[in-house]
């Protein structure tokens, strides 16, 4: 049960506040911040004559409105949210069509408490989600896309991070707060939103395994509050600035804000790996003694572990450290299947948003183009099946083969170049026959990186260094000898040039500056020589 407003400390405090405020026998000092909040609520007493916009509330209300549309008007079938999902996410077919029933279910009755008041006020079980499987199947990203069509406020947490109030951690009440921030402050729009928590399986109280509890299960009783239906104060005990804010808003009379948000019709997604659960179903279901003839019981015996998920009851749940309660506040549960090879491989070619395409535009960025055969992609596929992290196994592998080719290319002059699977199996020996076959455009490019050095110097310091051409060869070789870039030879051996040629240029006006080779074997020396001359000069002149 929510507490009463009266036994709530923190209106309390803002009442002691007030008194304060409106005792004529004190004198109190606002610091600056606080003087602009207290400004600001005068020039509200004013009718906005401080230069306040008194509009602004109204502005709000309608872009409230017309947010709140795209909830009253939800028409989405189950079907439309699976067919979209398949474009992001590959396989997970059940997952896929509990999660868009829940979704439409929900969303639903929304639309019904928006239409019909009595409909808010009938009993409603949500249909918060459980998902399970192991890392790097789609679980968040499912969510994410979900919330992405809905187009209603989304908020993701690591259950991890949270702590039972009065350890070290974030309270389970600052993931309605964020909502609420994701809403854009509009409480009447974050109370029909999604919270997802990830890592839940991480929460389960210890004490059913090695006799002690790290606040696991204070973590939650304090999320099946907020699953069922609590009201959440808006301001955190702990926000100091935010609880000064709401005072001085008290100050400025008018409707005051609502100063708490109800979780009735917010919809909980939870999600996690499950790992440990999956062993212990699968001793449970002890395959010879539900009847399995050994055949049978040999083709079971095969499947992934994480297969067994799906198979996990109520009891299993409990006996893995989580609170009857907290389970009941869990109805819908699904697990996510473990992604084979052949599935990353799909991943690669036709999911939208797939990482490969990052790395697309990571070359991009240098004007860099590269194609990816069939061939190279199963090769992927294939190594990153054996990392056993799912699809961020692809990740592992693309990085590791596509490292070495970012580090290189972009001070190449090359821009093209083709993925096939020999690449894949020997990164190092591609890469070694590409820059051979693009050796002689090779020093073209290192020459082109001199202009640009030049360039920068001209566009930083206003000084126009003419290099020869031996001098930018001297730079060239010297790069490649000693495998560095030709900006940070550059920047070495003319690290001390811009106070050098700024007094050359005081003393006889000059912008330009010849660089031979001679500068480039020497240039503390020659630069030290400009400005001997240039007094020489000056004397003449004079």
Known sequence: ??????????EEIQKQLRDLMNNKNVQVAFAPFMQSMKDQAKDADDGGKGGGDPQKPQEEDLSRDEKLDSIRGFDRRPKEIRDYLDRFVIKQE??????????????NHVRRCLADAKADQAEYVKPNVLLLGPTGVGKTFLMRNVAKLIGVPFVKADATKFSETGYVGYDVDDLVRDLVKAADGDVELAQYGIIYIDEIDKIASEASRSGRDVSGRGVQINLLKLMEETEVNLQSPQDMMGQMKAFMEMQKGGKARKSSISTKNILFIVSGAFDQLAEDVK???????????????????????????????????????????????LPVRVSCDELTSSDLAEILRSSEGNVLEQYHDDFGGYDIKFKISSDAIDKIADLAANEKTGARGLVTVLEKTFRDFKFELPSTPI?????????????????????????????????????RFVSSFKRDYGYDLKFRKPAKVAVVKEAMSGNRSVRAICEKKFADFEHGLSIISQRTG??????????????????????VESFGNKEKTE
């Open 1 to 10: 049960m929510p507490k009463k407003e009266d036994d709530n400390p923190l």
């Open 94 to 107: 059940q997952a896929k069509r509990v999660l868009s029933v829940a979704v439409c279910d929900h969303y």
């Open 283 to 329: 001793k449970r279901m002890d395959l010879n003694r539900i009847g399995f003839g050994s055949s049978e019981e040999g083709d079971l015996s095969q499947l992934p572990v994480a297969s067994f998920l799906s198979h996990a009851e109520t009891r299993d749940f409990i006996n893995y450290g989580f609170e009857p309660e907290f389970v009941g506040r």
């Open 415 to 451: 821009r093209s170049f083709t993925v096939d699977g020999e690449l894949i199996e020997d990164p190092q020996s591609s890469l070694k026959r590409l820059l051979d076959d693009n050796r002689e455009h090779l020093d073209e490019s290192l020459l082109e990186d001199v202009d």
């Open 510 to 531: 000059k912008k330009e500056f010849v660089i031979d080779k001679k500068v480039i074997d020497d240039p503390d020396k020659e630069l030290s020589q400009w400005v």
